[in-house]
């Protein structure tokens, strides 16, 4: 079972914030290494920590004020008020429905319907940025926060990825693809956090001493990839489209589509 932790721990780490869907990856990983059922889906959404640590860590400056330099904790409180306003939709909808979801659609038919899906979207957004509008997080308005949190809800839809479906709502607002993707890790924060806290609150901590040795060392795995993966990922994106991505995604969902 470590084994298992540490290949899905690499796996979270480097899908969660390149627009291809961790969740999805870790359900299609889950049944071909054999690692079904509840704990497995509680475990698929509690690694992703990893992820959301690895955020804090690289975007430090950027996340937690400094209370010495007034005009950086504005900016700081400036960010977070829009996150707040991003994290709305998906936060009211997640409540909701999470049951429905975790029983109808975490299995690999939807996960790949829905990779192809989130990859023609991604396809025509990346076509329809012709001129960017907000180049910077810090110029966001609270539209293009609350617009961008809407998106966020298709990845309700396991395997259309959280990453994608903001970046895709970030491209239709007109925001640059460094952008689009910067507000994503930041959306993040609050939206897994969330998501993990609701899981562990629900299987009521439940867990043997070795599940939680199993969930531990996913989540610090996903923590070291996913560090790696957010430096890459921009450096990329400054130069790059994302249409290899979207290419990837397709040729996945069809290769599980033609396996079932």
């Known amino acids: 079972m470590?084994?298992?932790?540490?290949?899905?721990?690499?796996?979270?780490g480097l899908t969660e914030f390149l627009p291809v869907s961790s969740t999805g990856h870790l359900?299609?990983?889950n049944k071909y290494i054999s690692f079904t059922g509840e704990f497995a889906n509680i475990f698929a959404v509690v690694i992703q920590m990893g992820a959301i640590l690895a955020v804090m860590f690289y975007y430090k400056d950027k996340i937690f004020p400094k209370l010495q330099d007034k005009r950086q904790t504005k900016k700081v409180f400036n960010l977070w008020y829009k996150v707040a306003v991003g994290f709305?939709?998906?936060?009211?909808?997640?409540?909701?429905?999470?049951?429905?979801i975790e029983e109808h659609f975490f299995n690999p038919r939807t996960v790949a319907y829905a990779?192809?899906?989130?990859?023609?979207?991604?396809?025509?957004?990346?076509?329809r940025l012709k001129r960017v509008r907000v180049s910077d997080v810090d110029n966001m308005s609270?539209?293009?926060?609350?617009?961008?949190?809407?998106?966020?809800?298709?990845?309700?839809?396991?395997?259309?990825?959280?990453?994608?479906?903001?970046?895709?709502?970030?491209?239709?607002?007109?925001?640059?693809?460094?952008?689009?993707?910067?507000?994503?890790?930041?959306l993040a924060l609050p939206t897994i956090i969330g998501a993990s806290v609701l899981k562990l609150i629900k299987a009521g901590f439940g867990f043997t001493p070795y599940e939680w040795?199993?969930?531990?060392?996913?989540?610090?795995?996903?923590?070291?990839?996913?560090?790696?993966?957010?430096?890459?990922?921009?450096?990329?994106?400054?130069?790059?489209?994302?249409?290899?991505?979207?290419?990837?995604?397709?040729?996945?969902?069809?290769?599980?589509?033609?396996?079932?």
């Open 2 to 12: 470590i084994l298992k932790a540490i290949i899905l721990g690499i796996i979270e």
């Open 27 to 29: 359900i299609l990983a």
């Open 88 to 100: 709305l939709p998906a936060a009211i909808l997640g409540v909701l429905f999470d049951d429905y």
């Open 115 to 127: 990779l192809i899906f989130g990859a023609i979207l991604l396809l025509f957004a990346e076509a």
């Open 142 to 186: 609270y539209k293009d926060s609350f617009a961008v949190g809407v998106f966020q809800c298709l990845a309700l839809w396991p395997g259309m990825s959280r990453s994608a479906s903001t970046i895709i709502g970030g491209l239709f607002m007109g925001l640059s693809r460094e952008a689009s993707a910067e507000f994503s890790f930041f």
């Open 213 to 260: 040795l199993i969930i531990f060392v996913g989540t610090f795995v996903s923590f070291v990839v996913a560090l790696v993966v957010i430096a890459a990922f921009m450096s990329y994106i400054k130069k790059r489209k994302l249409a290899p991505f979207a290419y990837y995604r397709i040729i996945l969902g069809i290769l599980v589509l033609m396996l079932l």
